[in-house]
C-alpha cells in the first residue's frame, strides 16, 4: 500500500503535505507533487494536510494509474521537504475537473513564468 497524490493537485500545488511525512517521499514537479510509492510508509499522516483532498490510500479506491504516474514522476523530479509559496491562482483550479491535461511534465524550480500560456503536455495518465 501507499498514498498517492491525485488530479486535484494539479494547479492547486499548496504543499501543506510536504511539511508532515516523516520520511520525506513527495517530489516536486512545476504544478503537481508526487509520492514515491517505494518510500511511502503508508503513515496517512499527509492526507488531512491537504487543502484540495488531493491525497487518497492507493487501496481506497481504483487509484492503479495514478499510482504508476506518481512513480513515473518520484524517479525524476527533486524531492521537496518545505512548503514553497503556492500558484496565486491555486484557489480557482481548486475542485476543477478535467485538469490531468494540464499537468506539466517539467521538474519543480525551472520557472513557471517560462510556461504560463503554454499548452498542457500531459494530457493522459
Ligand atoms: S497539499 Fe495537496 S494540493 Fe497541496 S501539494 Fe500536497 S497534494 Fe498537492
Ligand atoms: S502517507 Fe506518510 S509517508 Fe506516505 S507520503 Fe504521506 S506523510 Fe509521507
New binding site residues.
Given amino acids: 500500500m501507499t498514498f498517492v497524490?491525485t488530479e486535484?493537485?494539479i494547479k492547486?500545488?499548496?504543499?501543506?503535505?510536504?511539511t508532515v511525512c516523516p520520511v520525506d517521499c513527495?517530489y516536486e514537479g512545476e504544478n503537481?507533487?508526487v509520492i514515491h510509492p517505494d518510500e511511502c510508509i503508508d503513515c496517512g499522516v499527509?492526507q488531512p494536510?491537504?487543502?484540495?483532498d488531493?491525497?487518497f490510500a492507493d487501496d481506497a479506491g481504483d487509484y492503479e494509474d495514478w499510482v504508476a504516474l506518481n512513480r513515473r514522476y518520484a524517479e525524476i523530479w527533486p524531492v521537496i521537504t518545505s512548503r514553497g509559496v503556492p500558484p496565486p491562482d491555486a484557489e480557482l483550479w481548486n475542485a476543477k475537473s478535467g485538469k490531468l491535461a494540464l499537468l506539466d511534465p517539467r521538474p519543480g524550480g525551472v520557472g513557471l513564468a517560462a510556461h504560463i500560456g503554454q499548452p498542457a503536455t500531459e494530457g493522459r495518465i
Fill in positions: 497524490v486535484n493537485c492547486c500545488k499548496y504543499m501543506d503535505c510536504v513527495f503537481f507533487l499527509c494536510e491537504c487543502p484540495a488531493a491525497i
